[in-house]
């Protein structure tokens, strides 16, 4: 996110799905299909890894 890319926002929505208690676990399995998990790099070597680390509070 911090590079400006929308490339996450599955991920995040589906993070945010699963923490709301949402219940069609379909739509989630999707959502996570939208972003690939791995950071791949140029020489196809796996640098990295996509996922959300956040907790949605409540105020």
Do not use: C, H
């Not at 923490?19 to 791995?38: C, H, K, V």
């Amino acid at each position: 996110m911090m590079d400006g890319s929308e490339d996450e926002w599955p991920l995040i929505t589906a993070s945010i799905l699963e923490q709301i208690g949402y219940s069609n676990q379909e739509t989630i399995d999707r959502m996570y299909q939208l972003t690939p998990t791995d950071m791949i790099n140029d020489n196809r070597k796996i640098i990295g890894t996509n996922k959300a680390v956040f907790t949605l509070e409540t105020i």
